[in-house]
């Protein structure tokens, strides 16, 4: 069974995926992760991030490369959502993406176009949201721990700027796919969002199998 799950920056998204790819016993792929690695890796090789070719060079990252922590800042984030408009990067990260949905038994990947362009014959659409001023305040207490510099405002604005960014591209952008189940966890505790992810999986699973 291959599910896949969309949604906006902090939106729970992968909260909800790992919780899935536990219940199911299925491996998990945060797509997320891949675009902050070629961000990184640009950098480590003072890349230009307005140039396509700087940013497809910077695909070539090695695996280890996926545990670095400079990967979970919103910067990182943010630089991320900037390559991730180059056509040539998207189409240099596809296979990845595919060969570990297509492995046995099936997989859980979370992204912005895991349902439309990746997997777009997947058993299982979800497009999970929140509110833009819930998602920076979830993502404000997760990083403030480590960044006491950071404010609300700041992280309000990026998530702002990347929903623009990421929804209006050309290539690949951020949007439901037509046959996935909308899941806005606004006003729902993460227990109480998992709940309901695990009732719209079974009920697509029931369509599936008639
Ligand atoms: N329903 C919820 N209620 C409260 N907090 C939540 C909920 N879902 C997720 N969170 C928290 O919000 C933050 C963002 O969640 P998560 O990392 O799952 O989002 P995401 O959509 O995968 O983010 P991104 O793709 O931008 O990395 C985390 O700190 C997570 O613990
Ligand atoms: N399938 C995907 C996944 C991510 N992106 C871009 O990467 C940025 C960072 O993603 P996070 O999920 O870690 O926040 C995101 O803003 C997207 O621009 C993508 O394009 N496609």
Known sequence: MIIAID????SGKGTVARALARHYALPYLDT???YRAVAVSLLDNQGDSSRESDALSA???????LSD???????TGKLASEISVFPKVRQALIKRQRDFAA?????????????????PDADVKLFITASPEIRAKRRYDELVKNNPDLTYDII???IKSRDLRDSSRKEAPLKQAEDA???DSSLLGIDMAIERAVALVEKQ???VQG
């Open 103 to 119: 492995q046995t038994g099936g997989a859980v990947l979370d992204g912005r176009d895991i349902g439309t362009v990746i997997v």
């Open 156 to 158: 309000l604005e990026d």
């Open 7 to 10: 949604g906006p920056a902090a």
């Open 181 to 183: 189940d909308l899941l």
């Open 205 to 207: 699973l029931k369509t």
């Open 59 to 65: 695909c070539d990252f090695a695996d280890s490369l």
């Open 32 to 34: 997320g992760l891949l």
């Open 69 to 75: 922590s400079r990967l979970r800042n919103e910067q």
